[in-house]
């Protein structure tokens, strides 16, 4: 891995005794605290994260907030916030290292956000210079297509819009994904979760085509991560150090995979 790199998708879960998961969560993670992450980084030669917050614990970001501070600012963040939330919980959020908004779209996870909600917190992070991260599934980016348009920060589209390797990438979400990269500046992808859209199982080279098109249309605007520990799949678990040769074997030339490490995540996370 190249000096710098950045896992930009991943997530720790507890301690459990210290910060507890949501009551009304959809499912349970293992145990994941800062030391487990930290040394699967340290193993795989990745220097900087991003944790992003998931609905098991809710918006109590704790958890998350813990991990940062404890990084020496190796770490960023993207939160999930309620409509509690205060400017100066929003101030708290930012000087703690969060750089983002996530707003869960699936449905297995609760299904879409009250939109007004959605708007007005789009508004509201606008002047901190964060971005939203949305996690959809393959559909909702064909149901969505208008609400694009109507963002007027960077947004972040999770795990290659979770379309599925069967379908082909010819397949109308794909293609609305592609040309959403191509007409707006604002859009940027994770080409994160090939064993998610995987049918084919290990080492998830059907994925590669879907990773290899949407680098290529937006190379500036395309960032990568572990999804460690890859909460909720109910697929094949991946080995992250398998998950890194697949990365080379994605983007086998060695300044593109620099640009989506290095140099992208620079811009999204630590502009400051």
Request: hydrophobic share 40%; glycine share 8%.
């Amino acid at each position: 891995m190249p000096a710098r790199a950045c896992d930009t998708h991943c997530h720790v879960f507890g301690p459990y005794d210290r910060f507890p998961l949501s009551p009304t969560r959809s499912f349970t993670p293992p145990e994941i605290d800062f030391e487990r992450l930290r040394g699967l980084h340290d193993f795989l030669g990745i220097e900087r994260s991003v944790l992003v917050q998931a609905s098991c614990h809710g918006t109590d970001n704790a958890a998350m907030l813990d991990a940062i501070a404890r990084s020496g600012a190796r770490y960023r963040g993207v939160a999930i916030v309620g409509a509690g939330f205060s400017d100066a919980d929003f101030a708290h959020l930012h000087a703690s290292g969060v750089r983002g908004v996530r707003f869960n779209f699936v449905a297995h996870l609760g299904g879409a956000p009250d939109l007004d909600f959605f708007r007005n917190t789009l508004k509201r992070i606008a002047p901190l210079g964060w971005h939203v991260q949305l996690h959809f599934d393959a559909q909702d980016i064909l149901t969505y297509r208008t609400l694009f348009d109507e963002i007027e920060i960077p947004f972040v589209i999770d795990h290659m819009g979770r379309v599925r390797a069967t379908d082909g990438v010819e397949q109308p979400a794909f293609r609305q994904l592609l040309a959403l990269l191509v007409d707006n500046p604002r859009a940027w992808v994770k080409v994160s979760g090939s064993e998610r859209l995987s049918v084919a199982g290990r080492p998830f080279h059907d994925a590669t085509p879907f990773v290899r098109a949407l680098y290529a249309a937006a190379p500036e605007r395309t960032l990568w991560g572990t999804d460690f520990p890859h909460p909720n799949l109910a697929g094949d678990m991946p080995n992250d150090g398998a998950l890194v040769d697949l990365f080379a074997h994605n983007l086998p030339d060695e300044r593109d995979r620099v640009r989506v490490l290095v140099d992208n995540p620079q811009r999204l996370y630590w502009a400051d």
